[in-house]
């Protein structure tokens, strides 16, 4: 008899494969979604738990089942409209044609058609290549048919000059998806030959649910093959934690990152700094500014060659000697998480959120361009994650 709940083994070992296989940070808030995931595929299949688990590892064809299942595909016409107006108004202006972007982690498609409706819009030549590890993802994407639910993203007039009602569906215009194609990629592998002369990679809320490790190495990896490109990112991801590669550039009223520029196999430019202003370091202890540069640095490096032991110790003196600084806090807390110190990394980051909500403007300094609204969805985001 097939037994009706995956036990917490089963669960655990699932989770473990879809780490290594997408880079799936292999959370606690995971594992109710995979009981269920792991429940709908057996109900399919009729087979045990054990003999799923065997041949999961066996069968490209079933990971790729299980796969379409866990990934989420959450997504809306123009989500965030700040990232397409300043695409709009501060980017695609710059560029020359014809130029292409990277919808990195597509979903159902939406994004990669509300680009490509700015692109007509603004009557530029260029074109979207839109990836995503789901293979249903990208079936949605190809169809370009959607419910009335699925299109409250749109202005009417959008809706007029890019869909046309089929049915009780809407369906993007030929025009429009004719500049939309679709690829199968695993972000975790290496960049697509055929996004590499992208100006633009959109890659928004999807390094959030990887681990650091794979997080900075997508991040490296485009940083590499796309050295000129722009990136935009979800608003709580956090890129001054996994890596330096990347400079930040204030856009309006948001935020778009560039690779720094390589020489001699090392990132030119300096990494984040650690601008501590002397108001938040202890009276009679001036000299520690510059120290916490030092330590702020040390532990980011720490962290991005994976020894977060050494990150903890470094980015804890930078908290003792700037007592009131949330950034440093934040720093500690992403540490602490990386070592699986779950409790301690609640703390933390509870110490980072009083802080900023104690004084936002104070704050600003600190941050290097990421408004204090940023990063309360990431302390929102880490606390929901973390266990009380």
Not at 49 to 65: C, D, H, P, T
Not at 99 to 115: M, V
Not at 350 to 364: C, K, S, T, Y
């Amino acid at each position: 008899m097939i037994a009706l709940e995956p036990s917490e083994a089963i669960i655990r070992r699932v989770a473990e494969l879809l780490e290594s296989e997408i880079g799936l940070r292999p959370e606690s808030a995971l594992r109710a979604r995979l009981r269920r995931c792991i429940r709908d595929e057996l109900a399919v299949l009729g087979l045990d738990f054990e003999r799923y688990l065997r041949a999961l590892g066996a069968s490209a064809s079933l990971r790729q089942a299980l796969l379409n299942r866990v990934t989420v595909q959450e997504t809306g016409f123009f989500r965030h409209p700040e990232h397409f107006e300043i695409l709009a108004q501060h980017i695609l202006p710059t560029l020359p044609q014809p130029l292409s972007i990277w919808s990195a982690g597509c979903a159902n498609g939406q994004e990669a058609f509300s680009l490509a409706m700015l692109l007509d819009e603004l009557g530029i030549d260029g074109r979207v290549i839109a990836t995503d590890v789901s293979t249903s993802a990208l079936l949605r994407t190809n169809a370009a048919s959607y419910a009335a639910r699925e299109i409250t993203g749109l202005s009417p007039e959008r809706i007029a000059r890019h869909l046309t009602p089929v049915g009780q569906a809407w369906e993007v215009n030929p025009s429009i998806r004719a500049r939309v194609s679709t690829v199968h990629h695993n972000l975790i592998e290496s960049v697509p030959h055929r996004v590499r002369s992208s100006s633009v990679v959109f890659c928004r809320n999807v390094l959030i649910y990887f681990s650091d490790q794979h997080a900075r190495g997508f991040l490296d990896r485009v940083a590499d093959a796309l050295p000129q490109a722009w990136m935009l990112l979800g608003a709580a991801e956090t890129i001054w934690s996994i890596g330096d590669r990347y400079d930040t550039v204030r856009l309006g009223d948001t935020y778009a990152y560039r690779p720094r520029s390589v020489s001699g196999g090392r990132v030119t430019g300096g990494a984040l700094p650690a601008r501590v202003a002397a108001s938040q370091v202890g009276a009679g202890h001036a000299d520690d500014v510059a120290a916490i540069a030092i330590l702020a640095e040390a532990g980011r490096e720490s962290l991005a060659s994976g020894d977060p032991a050494a990150a903890v110790v470094s980015f804890r003196k930078w908290a003792y000697l700037a007592a009131d600084d949330a950034l440093a806090h934040l720093h500690l807390a992403l540490a602490l998480e990386a070592m699986n110190d779950r409790p301690s990394a609640q703390r933390a980051f509870g110490a980072a959120g009083r802080l900023l909500g104690a004084d936002p403007a104070r704050h600003d300094y600190a941050i290097d361009g990421y408004s204090p609204n940023e990063l309360y969805k990431l302390l929102d985001a880490k606390q929901q994650e973390l266990p009380q």
